[in-house]
């Protein structure tokens, strides 16, 4: 599984990091917090490389970008992506999300909606109660040896720098901590298709993906047996549900090429 293309482009006074894997209609992936596109998202290249162009990114403070010396916002993710894709040559993409990057997409399908072809939202929020019983009261007592391991090494492999993973779980946790509620209309606004992703066992509350797929119209909706992401990614213990992931993939593909 080889990137056709790597490199970095300048964006938001940033250097963003990005691969592209394979040919086709343009799909952008979009990692959650703490993470990086190649460890969320292996399983789906594979799977997907043969179907479309797949544009991997990482976020600010994330993976092999550089860091901001300014909170993280969702906002800001989703603007720094669009500028990416400006600097790319790409005039309208799909985008599927996982987790804080699924909230980014929702952010990319309100603030920048010409370049949006379609959207894949996966086990992202929009209000504090949407989330599981305890999740914010667990970010406030969040320390750095609570960051799971498999995330400090990922983050060490492609950015040796103990300060800047530091730093990231900083940032991260910051932004869960200071976390207000959206209004309705940042989905109500959304024109473009979306499906909604998420697990029965997952971090967010199934009602509140319901109720997300409520707000747009015509969206579309998936609630599988999993907890957060095994449904297109190994679990942190390294197990990897090969037969979830192909059927979660495959009907991901089938709605982008509806």
Request: with cysteine; glycine share 8%.
């Amino acid at each position: 599984m080889d990137p056709v293309e790597k490199g970095y482009k300048k964006v938001n006074g940033i250097q963003m990091y990005y691969e592209i894997y394979g040919s086709g209609k343009p799909l952008v992936l979009i990692h959650g917090g703490g993470s990086s596109f190649l460890y969320d998202f292996k399983e789906v290249i594979e799977r997907l490389q043969d179907q479309f162009q797949l544009i991997g990114v990482d976020l600010q403070n994330h993976g092999r970008s550089d860091h901001r010396d300014i909170p993280e916002t969702f906002e800001q993710d989703a603007d720094d992506v669009a500028a990416l894709l400006a600097e790319l040559a790409i005039d309208k993409a799909s985008f599927l999300g996982f987790s804080n990057g699924g909230s980014t997409v929702m952010q990319i399908g309100y603030r920048h909606p010409g370049i949006v072809e379609k959207l894949v939202v996966a086990s992202a929020f929009y209000k504090r109660e949407g989330m599981i019983d305890g999740f914010f009261e667990s970010m406030m007592d969040a320390t750095f040896e609570s960051m799971p391991e498999p995330f400090k090494i990922n983050f060490l492999n492609l950015n040796p720098d103990f300060s800047k993973l530091e730093n990231l779980f900083d940032k991260d946790c910051k932004r869960m901590q200071t976390f207000e509620d959206w209004e309705d209309k940042v989905l109500t606004s959304i024109q473009s298709p979306v499906l909604f992703i998420s697990g029965d066992q997952d971090v967010m509350k199934p009602e509140h993906t319901v109720a997300m797929w409520r707000l747009v119209k015509d969206a579309k909706l998936m609630i599988l047996p999993a907890t957060h992401g095994i449904y297109m990614m190994p679990d942190f213990d390294g197990s990897i549900n090969k037969n979830l992931i192909d059927f979660t993939v495959s009907e991901v593909g089938s709605f982008l090429n509806d």
